[in-house]
């Protein structure tokens, strides 16, 4: 039996962060098929697949060697010459050479790839990745910039034995224009430390992930990172004004202008947003913040099917266009793994889908009726069954920390076989049931979670260790699925190493072609990031 509230009683209820159930009950608990592909992952790119380690291990293999299909660039070695330079310019304390303090720069944080470098650079200005990478040019070194090293398609980490040149001392906020809300820093600042710069002074970025503890600005540009406010404010493309960048020569190209309008010629700085730190180094990013709105509510509802959470979200546009910001998805599989691996309650009663809904505004009294009116009508249509709304700070942080610890909580279950999809919303969520199916008891989990509001399906499929007839199973069927489907094969990680080979699928050859004539013109020994974004010749490096 339906439990219907009188309006202005289940609005007072929801904003207490109070539990509501369209059932009486107490209790509270902290698909499309295609025909199986006969091309397996191995047989078709002719190497070892990655796999995912739970800890950092000494003994994890070297990436190069799970691709003996990959060979070492035409690159010199590093040699003691070479390092006594690299410490004229930076001090002792810019170079690492220690093993133990470069292991953690040399793999991955979900430690599917590691590298070999020998050396850590570790810069504080553009002047000195200038000298840097001036010298490594001449010298023919080949250099993996590096972030906060939070990225999952293995850009960010050395392939052999390049160079790693970290941002990380890099981080300092330049300044902020109140009166137009443009940010600059350099490209090493944390996120959550911008974040934090900004939000004292009354204005919010226009960005959030869920790394945003490690993960840095620069980095971020650098692969065009979509996350949690993509449907509000839109892509970086549209929201960051101004970059510095070092080229691989050492030549500082300077589109710092703080002007919201400019156009005079090619707008260059595009193209240093996602180019994943093959055409330069971003040292200097100047972003376009908002007021902080002070009107916020955030509502995590139960779904009962995949086509419930579409039709809530297409009434959110409906009724709550104008300040709708955020609209998250989690299947009951993310939420176990949730509740059984970091040990967060789940705030309402368990369900096959869950919805995390944010209103952004200027008037408080204003957003929570229309949120709490929505949600009454959704409860009366069923295509909600369940549900909890705040506008309390404290609160809103809790619901929002259920969602975005969601890949953390994935990866301890050992082994993750991690995608980044995106999918025209009809096909948004089927491939789940399909690996689902696919898959069968090979697997411990099959998940999905994303962004619904962009079409970016985030597809983990986790086990307790790898398998390399899963990842036969999984690769490249998913990327041919994706791709049948009308989708891309990365929404918003990039391409890096693991996507490469399949760069094709989502790109034309004459798009590849001037991809790499541009590479060729900026890099023409291809010293930065190299064997990332474009595809490598699996019995041979190829120089571009």
């Known amino acids: ?13 929801l904003l207490r962060g109070r539990h509501l159930t369209t059932k009486f009950s107490t209790q509270r608990i902290p698909a499309v098929c295609l025909t199986s592909a006969n091309e397996s992952y191995s047989e078709r790119w002719g190497y070892r697949p990655f796999h995912t380690s739970k800890s950092l291990s000494t003994t994890m293999e070297l990436t190069y060697k799970r691709l003996p299909g990959l060979k070492r660039g035409p690159y010199a070695e590093v040699t003691h010459t070479d390092i006594e330079y690299f410490k004229t310019i930076l001090g002792k304390g810019g170079v690492i050479t220690d093993k133990d303090e470069l292991e953690g720069y040399n793999i991955d944080w979900y430690k599917t790839c590691k590298g070999c470098s020998s050396v ?14 001036s010298y490594c040019n001449k010298q023919n070194l080949a250099v993996c910039p590096q972030g906060g090293n939070t990225g999952l398609v293995g850009g960010s980490v050395p392939v052999f034995d390049e160079i790693i040149l970290s941002t990380s001392l890099m981080n300092e906020v330049l300044n902020l224009d109140e009166m137009t809300g443009v940010l600059g820093c350099q490209a090493g600042c944390v996120l959550e430390a ?3 710069y900004a939000e004292e002074r009354n204005y919010m970025l226009p960005l959030d992930l869920g790394a945003k503890g490690s993960c840095q600005i620069g980095g971020i540009v650098s692969t065009n990172a979509g996350g949690l406010r993509l449907l509000r404010y839109g892509s970086l493309h549209g929201n960051v004004i101004g970059v510095e960048a070092v080229l691989p020569n050492g030549n500082v190209v300077d589109y710092m202008s703080h002007v919201r309008k400019d156009n ?8 240093f947003i996602g180019s994943e730190g093959t055409l330069g180094v971003v040292t200097k990013v100047a972003l376009l913040c908002h007021p902080t709105p002070p009107a916020v509510t955030v509502a995590f509802i139960a779904c ?6 579409l039709k809530t979200f297409q009434s959110c546009r409906e009724k709550l266009s104008e300040v709708l910001s955020a609209f998250e998805m989690m299947d009951g599989t993310t939420m176990e793994a949730i509740e059984e691996n970091v040990r967060l309650r789940n705030p309402i009663s368990h369900s096959p889908f869950y919805v995390l809904i944010e209103t952004v505004g200027s008037e408080q009294e204003h957003d929570e009726e229309k949120l709490a009116s929505f949600l009454e009508s959704a409860m009366e249509n069923n295509i909600v069954t369940d549900g909890t709304m705040s506008s309390d700070p404290g609160h809103v942080q809790e619901l929002w920390d259920v969602r975005e610890r969601a890949a953390e909580a994935l990866l301890h279950d050992g082994y993750v076989y991690s995608y980044d999809l995106s ?14 199916e696919r898959l069968g008891g090979r697997v411990k989990r099959c998940a999905g979670y994303g962004h619904v509001g962009d079409g970016n399906l985030h597809l983990n499929v986790t086990g307790q260790g790898y398998d390399p007839e899963v990842i036969n199973l999984i ?18 990680h990039g391409i890096g190493l693991k996507r490469c080979l399949y760069l094709s699928l989502a790109k034309s050859p004459n798009s590849i072609k001037l991809m790499k004539d541009l590479k060729t013109l900026i890099d023409p020994k291809s010293i930065l990031n190299p064997y990332k974004v474009f595809p490598y010749e699996v019995n041979s490096f190829k120089e571009l």
């Open 264 to 271: 005079t010629g090619y707008d260059l700085k595009q193209l």
């Open 194 to 196: 911008v974040q934090k």
């Open 120 to 133: 850590l650079l570790r810069p504080r200005t553009t002047e000195e990745v200038s000298k840097l990478l």
């Open 423 to 436: 999918l025209p919303s009809k096909s948004y969520y089927h491939i789940v049931p399909v690996m689902k």
């Open 304 to 309: 009962p099917t995949f086509e419930a959470v």
């Open 1 to 13: 039996m339906a439990l219907l509230f009188e309006r202005r009683y289940l609005r007072q209820l």
């Open 475 to 492: 690769e490249p069927f998913v990327y041919d699925w994706t791709t049948k489907y009308g989708g891309s094969i990365s929404a918003e």
